[in-house]
């Protein structure tokens, strides 16, 4: 039951849908420890380097919110899953930085962008999807080694988005690699942030501190070792595509 090779492919066993369900349990069990209502926080499933078959288990599971990293494993698996399962319509969010020659593929396809860090993207998006629905990526380290716009510059990035016709929903972050203080201060930080700009949405916490992010306030959080199981390695041109080291953490 703990033995699990990588869901590399289309297709999975049942033994791969048990394994997947009982770690969605936990995971459960573990946000209501953390104080939060597991009903009322939002999965999202991040299924970047993975096959068809952890996209169609997550389904399965009621986890129709499925996180991509990288545009073109997105637009493929998006295009097989719609030969493999026609009736499955997952809500595909776009996680991370994106390349500007990526997003005229992924706006017919992606239901929300998180991660917009900057306005030149933001633009891009609104030129080809008017009223996207999109997340200010924050970023609250002060570190400057990944995506993120710094908090003092969130509102005044909210508002050019806003100009743009985009829907600003809220705010999104990654927590510090192996520093659970820092991670749960930025949470912290951004969460206050979020209730100070009127943003209901709050994306925080990945397979290594999503208790934190839901302590702290998260509406979502993001998920993909703690429910798949280990990836297997990537290439380095799949790490390119997606621009950010926010590609590189582990969900």
């Not at 917009?116 to 030129?127: F, N, Q, T």
């Not at 927590?175 to 659970?180: L, S, Y």
């Amino acid at each position: 039951m703990n033995e699990q090779a990588p869901l590399t492919g289309e297709d999975y066993r049942d033994e791969d849908l048990a394994l997947v369900a009982a770690r969605l349990a936990a995971v459960r069990r573990r946000l209501a420890a953390a104080g939060a209502d597991p009903a009322a926080l939002s999965v999202v499933a991040v299924t970047k380097g993975l096959g068809l078959a952890a996209v169609r288990i997550a389904l399965r599971l009621g986890l129709v919110t499925i996180g991509e990293n990288y545009a073109d494993e997105l637009v493929a698996k998006a295009k097989r899953l719609a030969e493999v399962e026609a009736a499955a319509t997952p809500s595909w969010h776009f996680l991370g930085a994106l390349q500007q020659n990526k997003i005229g593929r992924l706006v017919h396809l992606v239901s929300r962008f998180e991660g917009v860090d900057r306005l030149a993207e933001g633009e891009r998006i609104a030129r080809l999807a008017p009223g996207a629905r999109v997340l200010v990526e924050v970023d609250c380290t002060g570190r400057g080694e990944r995506g993120g716009v710094v908090p003092a510059a969130v509102p005044e990035l909210i508002r050019a988005l806003s100009r743009l016709d985009l829907r600003v929903e809220g705010l999104m972050t990654i927590g510090v690699r192996d520093d659970a203080a820092a991670s749960a201060a930025a949470f912290v930080q951004v969460a206050r942030l979020a209730d100070d700009l009127g943003l209901a949405e709050r994306s925080m916490g990945m397979s290594g501190d999503f208790e934190l992010a839901a302590a702290a306030g998260a509406t979502t959080v993001r998920l993909g070792t703690a429910l798949f199981g280990p990836r297997p390695p990537r290439e380095g041109a799949a790490r390119r595509d997606a621009g950010s080291l926010a590609a590189e953490m582990p969900e």
